[in-house]
């Protein structure tokens, strides 16, 4: 499941949806990104921008790119945008499966794919100074284990 939104969301919540009644599920990895405040200076908000359609696409995309690669019961992706505030959720990713392992890798697989290449732009306003965010090197390091 992919949601690109504006709305806030429950960690706990989301996780309990997703593998209510289900007894097929042996492990669950979350991962949740926040917005900090210190990114080599202080971060007053972050504005988060996509391409609506587009950006849902290549989610559900990558999203069965994953379900190719590990035996996933089940998965999530949120990802928020708009204008944020130091301390608020970002993203969230849940992978689901029947032991640990591929739960492990495919959580990182999806995060590695939203720092490098999915359709989100992000400004970050420090000090009252605005400026897009690039992904960092060590981000497309990662992604490239992976094939990305």
Do not use: C
């Amino acid at each position: 499941m992919i949601r690109v939104q504006a709305e806030d969301f429950d960690i706990g919540a989301e996780v309990a949806a997703l593998v209510k009644g289900r007894t097929d599920i042996g492990a669950v990895v979350t991962f949740s990104g926040l917005v900090r405040d210190a990114n080599g200076g202080t971060v007053a908000s972050m504005e988060l921008e996509h391409y609506p359609g587009m950006t849902e696409k290549e989610l559900a995309r990558i999203e069965q790119e994953a379900r190719k690669r590990w035996p996933l019961q089940a998965s999530l992706v949120i990802h928020r945008v708009g204008k944020l505030m130091p301390g608020d959720n970002i993203v969230l990713v849940v992978t689901a499966s029947p032991h640990r392992q591929a739960a492990f890798e495919s959580a990182s697989f999806l995060m590695d794919y939203l720092k490098t290449r999915a359709p989100f732009w992000k400004r970050e306003d420090k000090e009252g100074e605005a400026h897009w965010v690039d992904a960092r090197e060590s981000d497309g390091a990662a992604a490239a284990k992976w094939g990305l």
